[in-house]
Every structure is written in structure tokens, then in C-alpha cells.
């Protein structure tokens, strides 16, 4: 009888805990980015951003991570490590000609980002780009993006 009880409450005790220990192994991957079209003669340097989700988009002090790298050739390659997988994600890049932490706009005869600009899918078009457009998720160990600069 209380060998049978034993059983009972180990048994009980591994069920439970099997759900802990699948929300503790979910699956990541990596994601690989590679620049191209950088435009190293201006300096400065390159600001990466990745979102998890719509929060935050497209502002770079509210990104997930940010990674910085100086422009000192004409494609770059950086990663994101640890990803959680089915999750959408979205990557800006500005290439800060200038360091000072902003992303300069010129305003005449529309407003336009004075400096490169890119972002996934490589969106282009007038104004933000959003952040559907610019969607992606991770499905697999490991993800290659190529993101095109503009300027």
C-alpha cells in the first residue's frame, strides 16, 4: 500500500513537471544578417536592430536588441543568437554617418532619412516603413537575411 502510494506521488510529480520543462526547452535558432550596400567613405557607425513583435517598431531605443558595428566596409555580417522560434520578428539597420545616436531627416522636398536606411524584406516606400511589411519568423536553427542599404 505505501509502496503503491510512492508510485502514485512519483508519478504525479513527473507529470507535473513536464510542462515546466517544455516551456524551459523551446526551441531557438540564430539569425544571420549580412549588409550590403554600405557606404564606408562617411564614417560612423552601424546600428542593427531587431524587434520581437510590433512593440516598440521602428523606433531603435525600443528594439529587443541592438547591435553596433562601425562601417568600415561595404557589407557587414553580424547575429542574433538564442531566438525564440514562431515568434515574427523585424530588423532595422541605420547607418549613423555622423554618431550622434539620432537618425537625421531631411525634410525638403519630402521628409527622407539623410542617412542609409534599410530594413528586412527590404521595404522600400515613402515614410516608416510597417512593421507587416518588414515582418519575418523563425521557423528553423538558423535564419540568412540579406538587407540592401538606401541612402
Known amino acids: ?46 546600428r542593427v536592430a531587431l524587434y520581437r513583435g510590433e512593440t516598440g517598431w521602428p523606433k531603435l531605443d525600443k528594439a529587443g536588441q541592438l547591435q553596433s558595428l562601425a562601417v568600415d566596409r561595404e557589407q557587414l555580417s553580424l547575429r542574433f543568437e538564442d531566438l525564440p522560434y514562431a ?18 531627416m531631411r ?23 510597417a512593421f507587416s511589411d518588414a515582418r519575418f519568423t523563425l521557423t528553423e536553427t538558423r535564419l540568412k537575411l540579406t538587407i540592401e542599404m538606401r541612402y
Open 87 to 104: 515568434e515574427d520578428y523585424a530588423v532595422l539597420v541605420h547607418h549613423d554617418q555622423n554618431a550622434n545616436g539620432k537618425f537625421d
Open 1 to 46: 500500500m505505501i509502496r503503491a502510494a510512492c508510485l502514485c506521488l512519483c508519478l504525479l510529480l513527473v507529470l507535473l513537471g513536464q510542462p515546466v520543462a517544455a516551456a524551459e526547452n523551446t526551441p531557438t535558432g540564430t539569425l544571420d544578417i549580412q549588409i550590403v550596400g554600405l557606404q564606408p567613405s562617411a564614417g560612423g557607425q552601424l
Open 107 to 129: 525634410w525638403f522636398p519630402y521628409p527622407r532619412p539623410k542617412e542609409g536606411v534599410g530594413v528586412s524584406n527590404n521595404v522600400r516606400g515613402f515614410g516608416s516603413p
